[in-house]
């Protein structure tokens, strides 16, 4: 039995297979194709038939190169959703949540519900682009219409299986789910004027979902293919996928965003998890994510895209290494970073507004990006060590920033842990595990990263390596100097 991965990012998607040969986890991507979403009419969507279109074409591709059976889960990126009439088909398109329609909408239903209720409830970190507060502004006729609320990666298991959940990793990202009573909070649901009876009934990983219903798809020769779920969320499979065999240690999820946190068996609800803004997603295996979200490599990828020469990526890491110290401090989780017109305008603006020096060359600004991202992750590990009363002694990066040496190092310095880093593809090798452990091949998830550790190459990072004691100071440099232009960037608002 064969076991495919469908990956999908912001950017990107990806079907890998993976299976455990010679005692190693072995994966090879197969196919990948582009995502992204389009502006119509002032509003960001996400193309859903495409995705559903490449994810049937890998499973093709899969047959010919001899997969008759296989297994099949499907991650994806969290809080969008889809709307399902009576019919089963789409009510509208899929609203993209970098869409800026809900802007203002925390203030609108915190004067309903307060923020410290809802956090109560819920255990979720407050970002405006949260479900509950798309389906706030969501029109009423719409919802009138839908028989069926979805995550994305539960619609297209759907639309390939015909068979309708709400997987949990991705619901409890919704805001929607009360953390005490393990179901959709009442009060929530009632404010947003949606029934229960609209989600339908919930999954978990490592449960069986259906098999592809070959007849949907009659342009294409499909393997016989069982779907399992998995981690749904992009950052439950990933999370599932780190190599950790040790205690007290952390993960960075690095990819669009950079999701820093601890694996938890139960959620951390407190007056300063609140006050940090940390989040309680649910894991995979009965484990909590109490994480944060930061702006990750989607402001570097921004960067990129306004730059007048094309470079990729690895020319911008050593344009970097050859810039001067980063002397701008920036708090890349300033909400005018989410989606602004220009990164690199939007960068110098905030660096003359906060009387800092402006970055011009390519290398400033891009050491600029990779330092201060650094600085957030040291920042968070400390921040998560008093929330959670925890010692942290290792950080492990997982996801395409992993392959980023430069910032690797910069954290270890900082942060002062040990930082270890690989796979890049974590939350394919995350999805894998559990569609291993469902099919019995492997006993558990432990078993499952022990795997994970003697198949892949994990650099390490040390902090105590030679020529850090310098960036140890700028940190200390930086977060002072951090706190000064965040009072008067304020002070003058």
């Known amino acids: 039995m064969t076991h495919i991965a469908v990956d999908i990012g912001a950017s990107s998607g990806r079907l890998v297979i993976g299976d455990i040969k010679n005692g190693k986890l072995t994966i090879e991507e197969i196919h990948r194709f582009a995502n992204g979403f389009t502006e119509r009419n002032g509003t960001y969507y996400w193309d859903i038939d495409h995705l559903l279109t490449e994810i049937v074409k890998g499973l093709a591709y899969a047959k010919t190169l001899g997969v008759k059976r296989c297994t099949l ?97 991705s619901a409890s990202c919704t805001q929607l789910l009360n953390v005490k009573e393990k179901d959709f909070d009442q009060d929530l649901l009632q404010l947003l004027s949606i029934e229960r009876e609209q989600f339908p009934p919930f999954s978990y990983p490592g449960d069986m979902l259906g098999y592809v219903r070959n007849e949907y798809f009659p342009d294409y020769d499909l393997p016989e293919t069982k779907v399992i779920i998995v981690g749904s969320h992009d950052t439950a499979s990933a999370v599932a996928g780190v190599p950790a065999a040790e205690k007290n240690w952390a993960y960075l999820s690095s990819g669009t965003w950079s999701l820093i946190g601890i694996e938890s068996d139960t959620p951390i609800i407190t007056e300063k998890s609140l006050f940090y803004n940390y989040t309680n997603e649910w894991g995979v295996f009965g484990t909590y994510r109490f994480l944060k979200n930061i702006m990750g490599m989607w402001i570097i990828q921004e960067v ?56 011009q060359s390519t290398g400033e600004i891009a050491r600029c990006v990779f330092t201060n991202l650094a600085i957030l992750y040291s920042l968070s590990i400390d921040e998560i060590e008093s929330i959670s009363g925890r010692t942290i002694d290792s950080l492990y990066i997982v996801g395409g920033g992993s392959q980023n040496d430069f910032i690797n190092e910069m954290t270890a310095a900082v942060s002062r842990k040990t930082v270890f880093a690989g796979p890049s593809e974590a939350t394919a090798v995350g999805n894998i595990l559990i569609q291993l452990i469902a099919e019995k091949k492997l006993a558990n998830l432990q078993e499952g990263r022990n795997l994970v550790l003697n198949s892949f190459s994990i650099k390490r990072f040390d902090p105590r390596e030679s020529g850090n004691e310098a960036l140890k100071e700028q940190f200390k440099q930086a977060v002072f100097s951090w706190i000064c232009t965040e009072y008067r960037l304020h002070k003058k608002n």
């Not at 810039?323 to 603006?349: G, L, S, T, Y």
């Open 304 to 359: 990129r895209r306004h730059l007048t020469k094309d470079y990729n990526f690895a020319q911008m890491v050593d344009e970097a290494r050859k810039a001067p110290p980063c002397k701008q401090f920036i708090n890349f989780n300033d909400q005018r970073f989410f989606n602004p017109d220009n990164m690199v305008e939007e960068i110098q603006k905030y660096c003359r507004e906060t009387l800092q020096p402006v970055p």
């Open 73 to 169: 889960g499907i991650d994806t990126w969290a809080t969008d959703y889809v709307l399902v009439d009576q019919e089963g088909k789409r009510v509208q398109e899929v609203i993209a949540y970098r869409d800026k329609r809900t802007e203002r909408t925390i203030e609108k239903i915190t004067k309903h519900i307060s923020k410290k209720d809802i956090y109560e409830k819920t255990g979720i970190q407050f970002l405006s682009f949260n479900t509950l507060y798309q389906l706030y502004e969501e029109k009423k006729e719409n919802l009138e219409k839908t028989k069926m609320i979805m995550t994305v990666p539960d619609y297209l298991g759907y639309k390939l299986t015909g068979c309708a959940v709400t997987e949990v990793t």
